[in-house]
């Protein structure tokens, strides 16, 4: 090779300062790198924390009537008895009359922070004013906060569009704070849905019967 042969600048330049850029490239890599592994673990870290934190809703059971049992109390015990009147659908109509069917919940829920409620009866009845079924029949308690569900399933069409509960409640002292009583309805079909809520109607003639 002859010794007047020139070399490219770059080559020339490369030869001189290749080894810096070779250690600054190799830096820039790791701390790529890096910094992808710290986010895809603290991905995973929230992912974990998420599940644990977490809980799927149980699904529903008809409660348990012995776990609300009134100890010691009666009816005749209690000063404050009252009625209340919920409407229920298990079906609205819809495209000139089709059906829609739908699942209900009713909620009972005592929101007295101090003091319990109690509830001696909760009766369904269907459209046309009959009893179709007895979900409470006897005095149980709800503490401080506690709700209790009942559900009315999407098959269960006996109800009607014009269904409705009745639930009397009772509670020790006249300035207790009445339950919050509602229904709320869910439908779905295909790709649509429609949820609905219902609140109770008190119904001081009821007592007089």
């Known amino acids: 090779m002859g010794a007047d042969q020139k070399y490219p600048e770059w080559l020339l330049w490369f030869s001189e300062h290749g080894v810096r850029v070779l250690i600054l490239l190799a830096i820039a ?13 603290e991905q995973r870290l929230d992912a974990i924390q998420d599940s644990v934190q977490f809980e799927t809703p149980r699904s529903y059971t008809p409660p348990n009537l012995d776990a609300y049992a009134a100890a010691d109390i009666t009816v005749g015990s209690l000063p404050v008895h009252q009625a209340a009147y919920v409407p229920v659908y298990s079906h609205i109509y819809y495209d000139g009359g089709r059906p829609y069917l739908l699942e209900a919940t009713l ?24 009893l179709s079924k007895k979900l409470v029949d006897r005095l149980i308690k709800l503490g401080p906060l506690q709700t209790i569900e009942f559900l009315v399933e999407r098959h269960d069409v006996a109800g009607g569009s014009g269904a409705n509960f009745i639930v009397e409640w009772h509670a020790a002292n006249s300035d207790a704070h009445p339950p919050l009583i509602e229904a709320v309805m869910v439908g779905r079909s295909g790709t649509n849905a429609i949820s609905f809520v219902r609140k109770s109607e008190p119904l001081p003639q009821w007592m007089s019967k």
């Open 29 to 41: 890599f790791i701390a790529f790198v890096y910094s992808r592994s710290r986010s895809n673990t």
């Open 107 to 130: 909620s009972i829920r005592n929101i007295d922070p101090k003091r319990p409620v109690y509830v001696s009866a909760v009766e369904y009845y269907d459209t046309h004013g009959k």
